[in-house]
């Protein structure tokens, strides 16, 4: 059946460039509320997101408690201590220790995101030989959540200096729902189209010829 193409023009794919170009990952957040309706509208996007099967194995937890908030960000904040220790005296210690990792106290919204690996939906098409596809499943949901966000002036940032399993438990999800991402959501402090660590001298983004091969 053919529903008929959308009409994709050059501006189009002109903005969408500059989207992909401009998204960065969000560590500094303004102190601004995000409407519901907003967060109604990326996460119902992000759930178009391709699935193997048609799984749609993504289970979005919305954290609601400050007190859950504030475990997660002490917990943070240690795990972050322990990864500084893989620096210590280390040229880039330093600048480790200045790096904003997290914005868990300060976003306003968090969203956990994870993986529900005995979800039934898509009757365990395509995942015999490469079970791991549910959850990168998981993380085409998050990619398309995180453009949807920020094509509405919306940042994140997605925080992986921690344990999975305590911030599982934390969380108190099932036990087959695994963490696949912990993400801070909120207008950014400032915009930029060069990512943090690039501007701070740790990491700048690669030629792509690097990344292309052939056989
Ligand atoms: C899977 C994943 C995990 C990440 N985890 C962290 C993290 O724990 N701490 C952090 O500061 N940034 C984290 N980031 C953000 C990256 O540092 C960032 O995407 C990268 O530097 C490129 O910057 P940009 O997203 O602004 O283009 C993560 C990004 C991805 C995709």
């Known amino acids: 059946m053919n529903e008929g193409q959308p009409l994709f023009d050059a501006d189009f794919e002109q903005r969408f460039e500059t989207l992909l170009r ?3 990952d ?3 957040f303004a102190p601004r509320p995000i409407a519901e309706q907003d967060m109604a509208h990326i996460l119902a996007q992000a759930a178009l997101s391709p699935s193997v099967g048609n799984s749609q194995p993504w289970r979005f937890v919305r954290l609601r408690s400050p007190g859950i908030r504030e475990a997660l960000a002490r917990h943070v904040d240690e795990q972050n201590a322990r990864a500084a220790q893989r620096y210590a005296g280390q040229e880039r210690e330093g ?3 200045t790096l904003k990792l997290h914005g868990i106290a300060e976003a306003p919204e968090i969203l956990a995101v994870f993986c529900d690996e005995q979800t039934p939906t898509g009757h365990g098409l ?3 030989t490469m079970p791991e596809m549910l959850r990168y499943s998981c993380v085409t949901a998050i990619h398309t959540l995180w453009l949807a966000a920020r094509i509405r002036g919306i940042g994140i940032g997605w925080v992986s200096i921690l344990d999975p399993e ?3 438990a934390m969380l108190d999800v099932p036990a087959h729902w695994s963490l696949i991402a912990l993400l801070c959501i909120g207008y950014p402090d400032a915009d930029s189209y060069t990512p943090e660590l ?3 001298g740790w990491q700048a983004r690669e030629p792509l010829a690097e990344r292309l091969f052939e056989r």
């Open 198 to 200: 690039e501007r701070r």
């Open 126 to 128: 395509g995942i015999a």
């Open 22 to 24: 401009w998204r960065r």
């Open 95 to 97: 600048e480790y220790l």
């Open 166 to 168: 305590a911030v599982t």
């Open 26 to 28: 969000v560590r500094h």
